[in-house]
């Protein structure tokens, strides 16, 4: 009776879901970090700003990218890579704010990984229409440990896989705040993001951000 004055209506997600063995999503778990999170990610970009990588094959990808950390992800027409140089400026990347170090190592512990420590974070931003095609992180840094990975802003389709291309997909709906942890197995699979559809959001406007954590391959920094 009275207490179903106080119920709310259905936030119908579980705070913490499995998606595959080694996956799991937290959601809202980046809520709290929001207000020191948003004008560090803004602090960065002012220093290397997004841009549209080329793909080995010539294409222009429709996500806009930078990095923070002691490594960032490039790519031209020779290939992908790791560097420790914004290529744009010549300077290193933009060292990582201590609230997104402390945003990844909360997320890691988490999701089962106690003492992941962040050394390089990707930084995708995708405005509407834009989408990552279906791939896997194969390059990378050190498999031992996890990637976690934050979504801000407006809303995603989050494509994952299997092993093989081929293999069916699941969708999975993420949300300004979500956290996904990716270790062990889940590391190979396929994953994508669907067209952005278009929006507003209320702090982050027409846009979504995700943040993508790694640990640097043992002895790989500073090459
Ligand atoms: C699953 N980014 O930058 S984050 C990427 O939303 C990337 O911007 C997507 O895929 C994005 O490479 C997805 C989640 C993610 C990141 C790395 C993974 C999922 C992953 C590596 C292995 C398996
Ligand atoms: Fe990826």
């Keep these: 009776m009275t207490a179903d004055l106080f119920e709310t209506v259905g936030d119908a997600r579980p705070p913490r879901e499995t998606m595959a063995e080694g996956a799991v999503v937290l959601r809202g778990f980046a809520r709290p970090f929001e207000a ?54 010549g300077a290193p990347w933009p060292p990582m704010p201590s609230v997104l170090c402390r945003l990844a190592a909360g997320a890691a512990t988490e999701g089962g990984y106690a003492g992941f420590t962040a050394e390089a974070c990707l930084i995708n931003r995708y405005v509407s229409g834009a989408k990552l095609s279906l791939h896997q992180d194969k390059d990378e840094l050190d498999f031992a440990a996890p990637i976690v990975s934050v979504s801000l802003g407006l809303p995603a389709i989050f494509l994952f896989g299997g092993l093989k291309r081929s293999d069916p997909t699941r969708r999975y709906r993420l949300e300004h705040g979500d956290v996904v942890v990716w270790g062990g197995p889940s590391r190979l699979a396929f994953h994508g993001v669907a067209p952005l559809a278009d929006g507003e ?16 391959r043992p002895g790989a920094a500073g090459r």
């Design 36 to 89: 020191a999170l948003i004008p560090a990610l803004g602090d960065i970009v002012k220093q290397a700003p997004f841009r549209h990588l080329i793909t080995p094959g010539g294409h222009r990808m429709s996500v806009a990218m930078t990095n923070c950390g002691s490594l960032g992800w490039v790519s031209d027409s020779s290939g992908y890579r790791c560097d420790g140089i914004d290529p744009n400026s």
């Design 201 to 216: 959001h209320g702090l982050l406007g027409r846009q979504r951000i995700n943040l993508t954590f790694r640990k640097v």
